[in-house]
Antibody, heavy 112, light 107 residues
Framework: VQLVESGGGLVQPGKSLKLSCSAS????????MHWIRQAPGKGLDWVAY???????VYADAVKGRFTISRDNAKNTLYLQLNSLKSEDTAIYYC???????WGQGVMVTVSS | DIQMTQSPASLSASLEEIVTITCQAS??????LAWYQQKPGKSPQLLIY???SLADGVPSRFSGSKSGTQYSLKISRLQVEDPGIYYC?????????FGSGTKLEIK
């Protein structure tokens, strides 16, 4: 199992960013997937989940601003981040349904 | 939301010592509890799932237990490679919630 995130970077408050998570080593279409984040020097916070049938659920802190999606043909998970705030600055990890395998993470910095 | 109260926040122990970290759930979560170890600059690694099951490749000195809504991670003989931050996670219901973490150091 391998999960590789990409798409992070420095972005201004109010702007948007789209993260990707490329999956391999398992049948991606059969698994739900999570996004989890970790602010610098802080603990872990669950962000969103998408089921194998594309049902979604979000943390209150990101509901209405972030959108989780998937492309099973490309074995890729996405997280669209809109209306970004400074408090969204974090390392973003994708993880498989059982939160058993995690990617290496991608840094998102929201700053003017 | 289900709250996970983790203790202690930090812990310093000697090599070969027994170490115990606990998480108290604010409501019944059954066996939907996992433990992770995170080392600096790395992603968390799964240690225990289903409250008591050892993840693949994890040394047998790690074990998990449950008593009511209190969950414990025990390291039976602390080794030099065990320092890091340990987190619990409840997977019973969304939003999934993590404990606040326990920083483990070697004395």
């Amino acid at each position: 199992v391998q999960l590789v995130e990409s798409g992070g970077g420095l972005v201004q408050p109010g702007k948007s960013l789209k993260l990707s998570c490329s999956a391999s080593g398992f049948t991606f279409s059969s698994y739900g997937m999570h996004w989890i984040r970790q602010a610098p020097g802080k603990g872990l916070d669950w962000v969103a989940y998408i089921s194998s049938s594309s049902g979604t659920v979000y943390a209150d802190a990101v509901k209405g601003r972030f959108t989780i999606s998937r492309d099973n043909a490309k074995n890729t998970l996405y997280l669209q981040l809109n209306s970004l705030k400074s408090e969204d600055t974090a390392i973003y990890y994708c993880a498989r349904k059982g939160v058993d395998y995690w990617g290496q993470g991608v840094m998102v910095t929201v700053s003017s | 939301d289900i709250q996970m109260t983790q203790s202690p926040a930090s812990l310093s122990a000697s090599l070969e010592e027994i170490v115990t970290i606990t998480c108290q759930a604010s409501q019944d979560i059954g066996n939907w509890l996992a433990w992770y170890q995170q080392k600096p600059g790395k992603s968390p690694q799964l240690l225990i799932y289903g409250a008591t099951s050892l993840a693949d490749g994890v040394p047998s000195r790690f074990s998990g237990s449950k008593s009511g809504t209190q969950y414990s991670l025990k390291i039976s003989r602390l080794q030099v490679e065990d320092p890091g931050i340990y987190y619990c996670l409840q997977g019973y219901s969304a939003p999934l919630t993590f404990g606040s973490g326990t920083k483990l150091e070697i004395k």
